[in-house]
């Protein structure tokens, strides 16, 4: 195909990282097929929307997102539009009837097969859905296209859910929890180093469930040894990692492995025993608490983020109190609040004592508003100390400024660091001492 017959392709992913791996699989699978990839929706002739239905927030952002893109075919080149992801595994025939704007549908398992779709939709104006049975997982053999800054990425090691919290649809949409094989990961992770990727974002729906699957000796700790080994790759970063799944030698390796950020990711939910029991959560409230007194004995500089649910079914005055006094206790570095979604297909959307949507925003205000003042002193206990920062180019308020994120914070969901002396390129890790914070934002001088 010459290059003035090129399709153009554009991608807009909506959701999580683990989304955010899907798409750039199809991304690579374009370009290998000799398709144009362009970031302007305006000059492409097909454009691809991998959506997410988690919450009713997120599938409200797909079909806005679907509505304002269907626009393109009539003000743009557009020729070809694409959903893709949850929001048609979950809700196929309703799209279909809703949305004659899209052209096709494609669900969780079939987005490998996005170059071939595309094939067989030629020659057709019929709307093509291609939904089968969400039980696919990828692997290195397939190629893939970052679309994050060329110093970090994610490592999706498994797919699907198997914990079946009474409150989540990802079990329906993704399927059982399926790990994907060991050796397959290295040989992934070693291409992303070898095109300059420093930092590893390690996920999936539940980290520490990785290996429980396979017949070998595969484990959590056994990939981060693995990982580790990997000559150029500087830091390795732990997501979602549930609390009944983190044991010792986890924690051990954590705090021993120079190349593990001290930085972990645990979400509970909540606090209160009588919801934890609702929501199908295997932790208790004292399992929690001791599970963080012994993370923070054993590695003292840990950054620990968490993530709540408010307004769960039958969460009474005294079971918020509980939250907001566990909060207040523990004080995490980061922390992220969700209203509950009642989501059609899962046991709690049954559950009587259902919590009106006024009282779910009180609560989510109340709990970001005592979470912003702890936040700002754990930020103000860090002055004076040093930290790593990886370098990702100027501030977008002035071009005075290099900003950067430490090893204590995560892609996209943490905040930044603002470097107000001292020269780096993007992409270094460099030595920084903080000199002020805000809330969530650190300030500091790079250290010669």
Not at 266 to 292: A, F, G, T
Not at 387 to 406: A, C, D, F, M, N
Request: charge should be negative.
């Amino acid at each position: 195909m010459s290059e003035k017959q090129k399709q153009k392709v554009s991608m807009v992913s909506l959701g999580c990282p683990k989304n955010l791996v899907d798409a750039e699989v199809m991304l690579g699978v374009l370009a290998q097929q000799d398709f144009e990839i362009t970031t302007n929706e305006n000059d492409a002739d097909v454009i691809i929307i991998n959506t997410c239905s988690f919450i009713k927030e997120a599938k409200q952002e797909s079909i806005d997102a679907i509505l304002d893109l269907a626009e393109r075919k009539h003000d743009g080149r557009c020729h070809t539009l694409i959903v893709s992801g949850c929001l048609p595994q979950r809700y196929q025939e309703e799209l279909a009837r809703e949305l004659p704007e899209v052209d096709i549908f494609i669900g969780t398992g079939d987005y490998p097969r996005i170059a071939e779709i595309l094939a067989e939709k030629e020659g057709t104006d019929e709307q093509l859905r291609y939904i089968g049975d969400p039980d696919y997982i990828y692997d290195e053999s397939l190629p893939r296209l970052n679309s994050s800054p060329a110093w970090y990425s994610y490592l999706k090691i498994g797919e699907g859910c198997s914990n079946c919290c009474s409150y989540c649809i990802i079990p329906q949409l993704r399927g059982a929890y399926r790990s994907r094989p060991l050796d397959s990961l290295v040989a992934e992770a070693e291409k992303l180093v070898s095109r300059g990727v420093k930092e590893l974002n390690i996920i999936s729906q539940d980290i520490t469930r990785y290996g429980s699957d396979l017949d070998d000796s595969s484990n959590l700790e056994a990939l981060i040894r693995r990982l580790a080994a990997i000559p150029d790759l500087r830091w390795i970063r732990l997501l979602y990692a549930y609390p009944d799944g983190i044991t010792d030698s986890l924690i051990e390796l954590i705090r021993d492995e120079p190349k593990v950020c001290k930085y972990l990711d645990i979400p509970i939910q909540h606090i209160s025993d009588p919801v934890l029991k609702r929501m199908k959560r295997r932790s208790s409230e004292q399992q929690i608490r001791d599970l963080i007194v012994k993370l923070r004995h054993e590695i003292p500089n840990i950054a620990l983020r968490t993530s709540l649910i408010v307004g769960f079914p039958g969460e009474t005055t005294e079971d918020f109190a509980s939250l907001m006094q566990f909060v207040e206790q523990i004080r995490f570095d980061r922390l992220g609040v969700f209203c509950y979604s009642r989501e059609e297909g899962t046991p709690a959307a049954t559950m009587p004592e259902q919590v009106s949507e006024r009282i779910k925003r009180e609560r989510y205000r109340k709990l970001m508003r005592v979470q912003a003042r702890l936040s700002f002193r754990r930020n103000r206990d860090l002055i004076d100390k040093t930290e790593q920062v990886i370098v990702e180019g100027y501030s977008e308020e002035t071009e005075l400024l290099l900003k950067g994120r430490s090893s204590r914070q995560a892609p996209d969901i943490d905040g930044q660091v603002y470097i107000t002396a001292g020269n780096a390129n993007v992409g270094d890790i460099v030595t920084l001492r903080i000199t002020d914070s805000s809330d969530y934002d650190l300030i500091g001088e790079i250290v010669d």
